[in-house]
């Protein structure tokens, strides 16, 4: 972060950027059933005052990992590797990770949201693999 930079919640940003806009950013409403719990347990440990895309994603990082080290079943890098290139219909907060490319590039449906009343609410999640990974 740049010194003086201004540090604004996702709630605020929606709020100042105003109705109908269309971004990609993670939805309140999104009807992921270990979201609310993520998001109390979040605010509750952070102190901050809304959850943003980039805690979501750090979440899902670190789980896919571990969940990736759980099926290789050993702490051997190269396993763990091998299982994490293996992963495959892995439902995180941010999305579905389908995989990943043989370059290590994530395949994982994009949800996009439109502000609406001040928030983040779900529009469309895209999850067409040639609109989102680099594969032709």
Partial sequence: MQAGAEVVPPSERARRRGAGEVVGSLA???PNPNLPAFR???LKRSGLADLDN???IAYDSAMIVADAIKRAGSDDPKTIRDALAATH????LTGKV???SPSGEIDIDMTVTKISGGTYKVYKTIDDPLLLTSKK
């Fill in 98 to 100: 389908h995989g990943f």
């Fill in 89 to 92: 219909d892995y439902k995180g």
């Fill in 40 to 42: 109390t347990e979040f």
């Fill in 28 to 30: 309140r409403d999104d």
């Fill in 54 to 56: 980039s805690a979501a």
